[in-house]
């Protein structure tokens, strides 16, 4: 039992930490304050997990799975909450916004994306993505003044409660023709006796929840709304974290009936399928877009079609690219959602045309949004070229070099829109007056920058953590201590 | 007439499948958002129906955390209904279009 405490120490510090920071808001009501304790606890969360990676096994009558995996997840997380809440600050201020439920609320959102990575069970899975995907509709709504955040609030809570209860039955079809919650234990009654009907058509309602989520096509559109209406940071806490986050509960879920969709041509199928649609339809649909959020928002599309190959793949190696490409995507994605919304100002300066000569005001902000957007587009030395060379390879190796193909293609065609924004900044002159912005956070881009070229040059490291941390959820059968 | 596992089963699909279509047909957001409700309601009803008939207590531990989410969520989204009413003093959805592309 003390095992079961050491074990979920993360997920355990975070509950605790975002009760302590709502008594703290709710006695000295100071954002500022809130906002350093936000930072803090996500330093905190994110270096237990760091501490914990070696520990695995199950916890709590094997409500929890913790291992390798879902600490790389949570530091993921952390990273995520804490880079957005670093870059919220003067956006908040611009808006007038800037109040500290905003900390605590992302705090609540990251506590629900660990319990959604670390779920052994259907009720954890679908407590974790509630928490946070309940979360994420105040944080798309919080600007209550503004009637564009308003809508995008509106139409990301009914679709995600509509996905929401897709997904719920689901699982109760599950729980129907297996008798069992625990996923291993639903593992392990399908494979003694054949899936049923029943089963499928609930893991297909399961999956269809999940690609709400992730923003797959189909179930895409409501994806540049949100993005466009939510405050900027929020969107690129919801385009990163929790797209990291539904992606870990696919890998687990997917992880432990591998023995039976492995024998399945037609999940293979469909799943490269919507990979194959959500790349496309994502990387075509940017090129028509000429505001920054709105672009970014289908490349985020885009970017979970990518990912899904790696499901498709149905490999560890898959499943690690897709860890590794999680990562760098958090960086560079929040990296490029942190320079729009430090420029952005009351819904100006929002079109690739506005960052005219950027290089000449702000250099060093403008070679870090070029690092971020050749990274997106997938250019060798950096970070997104490693994921997704390590996604498609996989692909390859699972003898679907179609869809890895067609990945390629379709990130060719994807540079079109990340270059253009990289035009606008370094080759034309700029119009009007100067972009201003506080010096400080062009620092902290240039770092997060440095970061993804990093993960791109020294990516081996990385991978073989990722590699390690997937062995754990590879083995659906094994039993806590 | 006894009731067997498949009459509930029936019953909580056709509640799902009107939540469904209510959802995908009706523009008042608060009525989308009712039939949402039914939609989780349904799916409680199957989670007791499955609990009862397999004599295993998991379905029903599961109704109550979908209560409890369930009413999570009706605060966020009518507090969100609010917040759009003040500013449009409409919720009809099919006005509510100024973000598109």
């Known amino acids: ?481 | 007439m006894q009731l067997e596992l498949n009459h509930y089963l029936w019953l909580s699909a056709f509640m799902f499948t009107v939540g469904v279509v209510g959802v995908l047909v009706r523009r008042n957001a608060i009525v989308i958002f009712m039939c949402i409700e039914l939609m989780l309601n349904a799916v409680n009803l199957s989670f007791i129906a499955f609990s009862h008939f397999m004599r295993d207590i998991q379905g029903q531990l599961m109704v109550f955390f979908v209560m409890t989410v369930a009413a999570a969520e009706a605060a966020v989204g009518l507090a969100i209904v609010i917040a759009l009413f003040r500013n449009k003093q409409t919720v009809n959805i099919d006005e509510i279009n100024i973000l598109k592309g």
């Open chain 1, 1 to 481: 039992m003390p095992n079961d405490y050491l074990l979920s120490l993360p997920i355990l510090a975070a509950a605790g930490w975002s009760v302590l920071l709502i008594i703290l808001e709710a006695m000295l009501s100071r954002a500022a304050l809130t906002r350093v304790f936000a930072m803090l606890g996500f330093a905190l969360v994110g270096g237990l997990s760091v501490i914990g990676f070696p520990l695995q096994g199950l916890a709590f009558s094997e409500m929890l799975r913790i291992g390798g995996f879902q600490h790389f997840a949570n530091i993921i997380f952390c990273l995520s909450g804490l880079l957005v809440v670093a870059l919220s600050e003067k956006y908040l201020d611009d808006e007038n916004v800037h109040y500290g439920e905003y900390y605590i609320v992302a705090f609540i959102s990251v506590v629900g994306m660990m319990l959604l990575a670390a779920a052994a069970n259907m009720a954890i899975l679908f407590i974790g993505l509630e928490m946070m995907s309940i979360a994420l509709y105040v944080l798309a709504g919080l600007m209550r003044r503004d009637v564009r955040s308003n809508e995008a609030a509106m139409k990301y809570f009914l679709l995600g409660a509509f996905a929401s209860g897709l997904l719920l039955y689901g699982i109760s079809l599950i729980y129907g023709a297996t008798g069992e919650l625990a996923l291993h234990k639903i593992a392990i009654a399908i494979q003694t006796g054949s899936a049923s009907m029943l089963f499928w058509i609930g893991f297909g309602l399961l999956i269809t929840g999940f690609l709400f989520k992730i923003s797959a096509v189909p179930f895409h559109q409501w994806t540049p709304d949100v993005y466009d209406g939510s405050p900027t940071p929020a969107a690129a806490f919801m385009s990163t974290g929790a797209k990291a986050a539904a992606f870990s509960a696919l890998i687990v879920v997917v992880t432990n009936f591998s023995t039976l969709l492995q024998n399945s041509p037609t999940w293979s199928l469909v799943i490269s399928s919507i990979a194959l649609a959500t790349m496309v339809v994502g990387n075509i649909a940017a090129l028509a877009q000429e505001n920054l959020k709105r672009m970014l928002a289908y490349s985020s599309v885009a970017h979970a079609g990518y990912m899904l190959v790696g499901i498709a793949a149905a490999t560890p190696d898959g499943y690690s690219g897709i860890m590794f490409y999680t990562l760098v995507y958090t960086l560079m994605n929040i990296g490029a959602f942190g320079v729009v919304a430090l420029l952005e100002s009351k819904e100006n300066l929002l079109l690739a045309s506005d960052y005219a000569g950027l290089f000449k005001h702000r250099p060093m902000l403008a070679g870090a949004m070029a690092v971020f957007m050749l990274s997106l587009a997938g250019v060798p030395p950096l970070g997104g070229f490693i994921g997704k060379y390590k996604v498609f390879a996989a692909a390859v190796d699972a003898k679907l070099t179609w869809l890895a193909l067609a990945g390629v293609l379709a990130s060719a065609v994807s540079a079109y829109y990340y270059l253009r924004v990289v035009y606008f900044m370094f080759m034309r002159d700029p119009v009007g007056e100067a972009i201003s912005a506080p010096a400080t956070s062009s620092l902290a881009f240039a770092l997060i920058a440095v970061a993804v070229v990093l993960l791109g040059v020294f990516p081996t490291e990385i991978l073989r953590i990722t590699d390690a941390a997937l062995k754990f959820a590879q083995l659906p059968t094994q039993t806590g201590f």
